[in-house]
C-alpha cells in the first residue's frame, strides 16, 4: 500500500522550545486517522508541517511523495485540503455558497477566475453529495455556524484533495449541529474515491468508527498511535491523559470521555 505521509524522527524546535519531539507515523492511502491531544500538544504544528507551512528542524518529512526540500510546496498544497474555522474569517462574507465551493478549484478567495458551467455543476453536486443542496443560493453570511464548516468542507473537496484535514471542525457547534457534521464527514469516507482524512479534535465522542486510526499526542511527543479499537479505552486513555477518567460507551463504538 502507497504512503500519504511518514515522519521519521521529526523534531520541530522554536528558540529553545521543542514543540514536536521525534515523531515517527506514517499514513498509508485508504486510512483515516484522528488526533487527539490536550491544548498545547503540539496538533496544530503537526498540521503545519504537513501542510508545508513549516519545516521540520531535523528529520525527514514525506508527504504525498514529496520530500521535503525536494518538493514544490504550492503543488503539495493543492493536493491537500485543509477546513479550519480559521479561514471562515478569510472568506467573504457576502458571496454565495456556491462560489465559495467553486473557489476551492482555484484555492482562492472569491473566484476572480473564469469558470465553465461544468465546474459551477460540480460545486453544486458536491454540496448536493454533502445534504447541502438548500443552502445553495445564500450568502454566506447567513448560514449557522454548522452549515458554514459543511460548505468549507465543500470548497474543500472541490480541489479533488488527496488528504483531508478536518481541524477541529465541530468547534463552536450545537449538539444537533455537531452530529449532522459528524454524519456527512462519515458519508466522504464511505465515498470509493475518499480522501485520506485526518481528523483534528479534543473529544473521543467526535471520533468515528471510520477514524480506524489514532494518534494520541501530549507535549510534543507520540504517547500512542493504532487502531482505536486498541487505543479507545479508559486504561490506555488515563495513562495518556495523567488525570483520572471515565469513559463512557456510546452505541457499539463511539467513545466519551469524563474526568472523575
Ligand atoms: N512559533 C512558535 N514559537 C514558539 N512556540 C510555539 C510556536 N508555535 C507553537 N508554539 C507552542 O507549541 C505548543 C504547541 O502548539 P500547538 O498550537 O501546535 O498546539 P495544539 O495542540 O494545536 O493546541 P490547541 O488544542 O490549543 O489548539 C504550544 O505550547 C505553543 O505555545
Not at 499514513?27 to 501542510?51: D, F, P, S, V, Y
Not at 508545508?52 to 511523495?65: A, N, R
Not at 488528504?163 to 465515498?191: H, M, T
Amino acid at each position: 500500500m502507497g504512503e500519504i505521509l511518514s515522519f521519521k524522527d521529526v523534531s520541530l524546535e522554536r528558540g529553545d522550545h521543542i514543540i514536536l519531539k521525534h515523531i515517527d507515523w506514517t499514513i498509508h492511502e485508504k486510512q483515516n486517522w484522528a488526533i487527539l491531544g490536550l491544548n498545547g500538544a503540539g496538533k496544530t504544528t503537526l498540521l503545519k508541517l504537513i501542510h508545508g507551512d513549516i519545516w521540520p528542524t531535523s528529520g525527514q518529512l514525506k508527504v504525498l511523495g514529496g520530500v521535503f526540500g525536494h518538493t514544490s510546496i504550492p503543488e503539495l498544497k493543492r493536493k491537500i485540503g485543509w477546513v479550519s474555522t480559521a479561514l471562515q474569517d478569510w472568506l467573504h462574507p457576502g458571496d454565495l455558497v456556491e462560489s465559495i465551493v467553486l473557489s476551492g478549484k482555484f484555492a482562492s478567495i472569491g473566484v476572480y477566475e473564469h469558470y465553465t458551467e461544468a465546474e459551477m455543476d460540480q460545486a453544486k453536486t458536491i454540496l448536493n453529495r454533502l445534504g447541502g443542496k438548500r443552502l445553495i443560493g445564500k450568502p454566506y453570511r447567513v448560514l449557522s455556524q454548522g452549515e458554514r464548516q459543511l460548505v468549507l468542507i465543500a470548497r474543500a473537496l472541490m480541489a479533488k484533495p488527496e488528504l483531508l484535514i478536518l481541524d477541529e471542525p465541530c468547534n463552536g457547534l450545537d449538539l444537533f449541529a455537531r452530529e449532522q457534521l459528524l454524519q456527512r464527514v462519515a458519508l466522504i469516507a464511505a465515498e470509493p474515491n475518499s480522501p485520506a482524512l485526518l481528523f483534528v479534535s479534543h473529544y473521543t465522542e467526535e471520533l468515528l468508527p471510520c477514524f480506524k486510526n489514532l494518534l494520541l499526542l501530549r507535549n510534543g511527543e507520540i504517547v500512542e498511535k493504532g487502531s482505536r479499537q486498541e487505543l479507545l479505552n479508559e486504561a490506555t486513555l488515563s495513562k495518556f491523559y495523567r488525570e483520572p477518567i471515565q469513559t463512557l460507551k456510546l452505541g457499539k463504538e463511539r467513545v466519551a470521555v469524563y474526568p472523575t
